[in-house]
């Protein structure tokens, strides 16, 4: 797990994500024309009482269970 600063709303804060979650969410940003930065702006704008780590964790998931909802 690695533990990274981005810029929110001006202010810096930590997010702490395995290496699998930071390669994908940097993955979706790349196909989104964005960088992690900006992508993690759109995605915790309005989070205001919720774990930031935790927030991109589900949106890393969401994104992957929208893409191909049924695996098996």
Known sequence: MKQRSIALHGRKTNV????????AFREIA???QCSAAELAT???SGQ????YSSAL???VLD???KKD????
Do not use: I, S
Request: aromatic share 18%; charged share 40%; no cysteine.
């Open 16 to 23: 702490t994500l395995e290496d699998e979650f930071w390669e």
């Open 30 to 32: 790349a196909k989104e």
């Open 42 to 44: 759109r995605v915790l």
């Open 48 to 51: 205001k009482h919720f774990n």
């Open 57 to 59: 964790r589900v949106f």
């Open 63 to 65: 994104h992957f269970r």
């Open 69 to 72: 909802p049924n695996p098996d």
